[in-house]
């Protein structure tokens, strides 16, 4: 059976998945991994994290599993978690989907973006910060009150040290 692999984003853990989960799990084996620093796994501690640690973290997973092959989807930073993971392990892979994501580099804008909210995340702390970057997932964030509730409670646990790193 082929397994599906759906990577989250920025500010979120694998329970962004739930619902899709029942519906993914009629044709693929899904595991819902959790990328180091959120949800149930620890943060990387050391100088220079970033995409190549969390991007080997779930190649580790494949390996631990013995998953020869999956279709990965990605939500934002998951996309550039599985566009690295596509480039570096490419036998690994037989296909790919990326939600709200990009395979192009940030820009000056977007750098620019991430230090003001390196920034903010320092000043403020990581539930500040989430509280003001989960509203921007939703089109309508009114109509979504309950879900980012549900999403900010899920995600009290990620460190301001976390979303440093991610970013």
């Not at 100088?47 to 580790?60: K, P, Q």
């Not at 998951?78 to 790919?96: C, D, Q, S, V, W």
């Amino acid at each position: 059976q082929t397994c599906a692999l759906p990577i989250y984003g920025f500010g979120e853990n694998n329970r962004i998945w739930d619902y899709w989960v029942p519906v993914l799990s009629q044709t693929y084996k899904v595991i819902t991994p959790d990328i180091p620093g959120s949800g149930r796994s620890d943060l990387i501690i050391h100088t220079g994290v970033g995409l190549e640690e969390y991007t080997d973290a779930i190649y580790y997973l494949t390996e631990s599993e013995k998953i020869d092959s999956c279709i990965m989807a990605g939500h934002s930073m998951g996309g550039y978690i599985t566009l690295n993971f596509a480039e570096k392990y490419p036998t690994r892979l037989k296909g790919l989907c990326l939600i709200h994501s990009t395979c192009y580099a940030d820009n000056e804008i977007k750098k620019e973006t991430r230090q003001k909210s390196i920034a903010f995340i320092k000043n403020n702390g990581s539930k500040e910060f989430l509280k003001t970057s989960v509203l921007g997932l939703f089109h309508k964030p009114e109509q979504y009150a309950a879900n980012i509730q549900d999403i900010l409670k899920q995600n009290e646990g990620i460190t301001p040290e976390a979303l440093i790193q991610y970013q």
